[in-house]
């Protein structure tokens, strides 16, 4: 049974589970936010579509053999998950040029990357999230040296197998950001979500952007397109 809200993010509610230390409620919340908050929107059914979104992508990473946070989904707009201490630290792998990296350095949008590049940001929004190196990581939080090369490595092979789920259903992985946490054993397992909030996905024949890109920078219906997304995965599997 759901217990008292833990905590309250941009997009997801964490409640405890009663008479359980050991695993918590994601529950998706219809906000959605971009520019580190600046542009605010509400969207009817959102947390549904990212709930079960991710619920899909974390049963394949499951099969895969990739370990995470996530037990099952619940309903519509919950899942149940392992209980984590966030390591506040956003792990963003890039197979394309896209989004900040083609304001902060001179990469055009499209430009692929191969291999693919891994950028470190510092979860704090105070800050505004800012790019920091391996050095700085060791320093802000408690991971080590050998679990951050190892988060790296698998933010990698999570990349393998997110590019092979989508383009299942013609879309093309640009981008994405996961997060770890630690478990209640200490091991630092993937967690968080992994959805079109969290990821551009780029319809692989038209090039059409369908992810939270469509609300950042107004060009299209968040819902429609997150909407198509789902009923693809659903049609896929
Ligand atoms: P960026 O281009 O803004 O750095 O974003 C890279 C990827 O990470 C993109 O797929 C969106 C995702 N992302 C988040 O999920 N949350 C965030 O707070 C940020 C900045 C990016
Ligand atoms: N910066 C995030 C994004 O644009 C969301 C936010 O911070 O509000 O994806």
Redesign the pocket.
Known sequence: MKGDLLYEGKAKKVFKVENNDTHLILSYKNDATAF?GEKKASFQGKGRYNNLISSKVFEYLHGKGVTSHFERCLNDTEQLVQRTTIIPL?V?V?NIA?????RRLDFEEKTPFNPPLV?L?Y?NDELG?PLINDDHALRLTDITEQELQQVKKDALAVNQHLQTFFKEVGLAI????LEFGRNVDGAIVLSDEVSP????LWDITTGEKM??DVFREGTGDLLQVYDNILKRLEAAK
């Open positions: 580190n956003e963003v890039r896209a989004g900040s990296i083609t950028e940001f979860k999230d640009a981008d994405f950001k909030d969290t990821c551009r992810d939270k």
